[in-house]
């Protein structure tokens, strides 16, 4: 039986591989090119199917006192803040550019999606007393939309700004753009969305284009495989690319447990994370879609026609990678 296993890149997936393979009695070794490990991007969203790995090992009271649990998902119209639809959440439930995706794939064809994404982040104490509730706050407009949610124990705001643009800028969470490209964007929003852009502090909008990778039909050679976004990189839509890493995490160290073989254990992990991995995505896309319609109306009806919060329970936030069966 394998003992040693090598993972290249130190991010979400790869530590969270590297953790549950430690913790399965594996040695591990991890292989980084940055020079260091720090803060790159702004928050992520964890979602109960990547709690479940989480909890397993043992990090979930760290987690905890450092995190924010938003009572709801609510989904709002860009200019009123009119409620269309909501569903609950807490009481129910950088990228690595892989070279060993090139070696398993062969060369990335990344194409650019028509979509730039604002990031900002604001200490709560300079926005308006009574704020926004502690939620993930989605608002929608024509051809853009903006998610909001409480980091750190609430001490921080997170803004992701969604913008559809013809201008390509590099592929970078670190890449700078004037603020008042940023209050252009959004001209015309609800008096909260102001509220944040007018609070930031001007020389930290941060701006990166989204590039779209087509699915991959191989995953596996016989010996080495893939996790998180250099096989199944999403569109941040769904909030779900750092959960699709925690989840293979888990079952990629199921299956090496479950047989003598390396490369059945690696097809196994293959077969039992695709169809999941795709569905995600494709999902996300589809919710660019209808967070940028332009008809307003038909928004509200598109909600209006949908349980989101059912859809998402039934599928996407009730599953355990600790306990699904693999076949």
């Not at 490369?263 to 992990?269: K, S, V």
Request: contains cysteine.
């Amino acid at each position: 039986m394998v003992k040693k296993i090598l993972i290249a890149g130190a991010g979400i997936g790869g530590l969270t591989a590297a953790s549950c393979l430690m913790k399965a009695g594996y040695d591990v070794e991890i292989y980084e090119q940055a020079p260091e490990l720090s803060e790159i991007g702004a928050g992520i969203q964890l979602s109960a199917n990547a709690m479940h790995v989480l909890n397993d090992l043992g990090l979930g009271k760290a987690l905890a006192n450092l995190s924010v649990r938003p009572g709801a998902y609510v989904f709002r119209l860009h200019d009123t803040g009119e409620i269309i639809g909501q569903f609950p959440l807490a009481d129910e439930h950088e990228r690595l550019n892989s070279a060993v995706r090139a070696q398993i794939a062969g060369a990335d064809h990344a194409s650019y999606t028509g979509d730039a994404a604002w990031r900002l982040t604001i200490p709560t104490d300079q926005l308006p007393d009574d704020f926004m509730g502690q939620v993930m706050s989605v608002w929608m407009g024509p051809g853009q939309h903006v998610v909001c949610y409480y980091l750190r124990g609430g001490a921080l705001l997170n803004f992701v700004g969604l913008v559809e643009t013809e201008e390509i800028s590099e592929e970078s969470w670190t890449a700078k753009f004037p603020w008042e490209r940023l209050k252009g964007d959004f001209e015309g929003w609800h008096e909260d969305i102001q509220a944040v852009i007018d609070s930031v502090d001007k020389d930290s909008c941060f701006r990166w284009s989204l590039y779209y990778r087509p699915p991959i039909a191989t995953w596996s050679t016989r010996r080495a495989t893939l996790l998180g976004d250099a096989v199944h990189a999403t569109l941040p839509y769904l909030a779900q690319g750092a959960a699709m890493a925690i989840e293979d995490a888990a079952v990629l160290t199921r299956a090496l447990q479950s047989t003598d073989s390396v490369a059945d254990a690696l097809q196994l992990y293959e077969r039992n994370r695709i169809d999941r991995t795709s569905r995600i995505v494709t999902g996300s896309n589809a919710n660019r879609t209808l967070f940028h319609m332009r008809d307003q109306e038909k928004l509200r009806q598109a909600f209006a026609a949908r349980d989101e919060g059912a859809d998402r329970n039934a599928w996407l936030y009730s599953y355990n990678p600790l306990t699904t069966k693999l076949t």
